[in-house]
């Protein structure tokens, strides 16, 4: 009998002690100092994703161009975006936008292209990808700007 209660409060210790060291290792695992900070990478990632959504959200009544210009058009994009973004705070609203019309390695920027296109009740993603097929242009989403530059 003697053995059998002193086995069973060794058991109880070691289970006691299993418990503890469970919720230690559990709250080490929680706590802010071994959290791996996220990466360069990550951030930039979710900073892309953010616009990209951004981009998805943000929606023009309407777009019409008759042989303009592809520097005016997305100044008026530009504009028009900041119009749309009803969602960000006022210091934030539209996006940014870089045209650059230079090939890598050439000297002179390319002709600017001049397009006619409708858009009615777009989102802004979808006008900037119809935009730029239709200048022969490409475009890519960087975490603070939307990167218009030539196509192959």
Not at 79 to 104: E, K, M, Y
Not at 113 to 139: C, Q, W
Request: charged letters at 20%.
């Amino acid at each position: 009998m003697k053995l059998t209660a002193g086995l069973s409060a060794v058991l109880a210790g070691v289970l006691i002690f299993s418990l503890a060291e469970a919720t230690i290792q559990a709250q080490i695992a929680m706590s802010p100092a071994t959290v791996a900070p996220q990466t360069e990478t990550q951030r930039n990632a979710a900073e892309i994703e953010g616009l990209k959504k951004k981009l998805n959200s943000i929606v023009i009544p309407q777009l019409d161009f008759r042989q303009a210009n592809i520097v005016d058009v997305i100044k008026y994009l530009d504009r028009q975006a900041i119009i749309a973004d009803t969602n960000s705070p006022a210091g934030t609203r539209g996006v940014n936008f870089i045209l650059h019309l230079r090939r890598p390695g050439a000297a002179a920027e390319i002709a600017p292209p001049v397009l006619t296109m409708s858009l009615h009740n777009i989102a802004l993603m979808d006008a900037i990808r119809f935009i730029a097929e239709v200048a022969g242009l490409k475009y890519r989403i960087e975490e603070s700007a939307v990167i218009i530059t030539p196509g192959n």
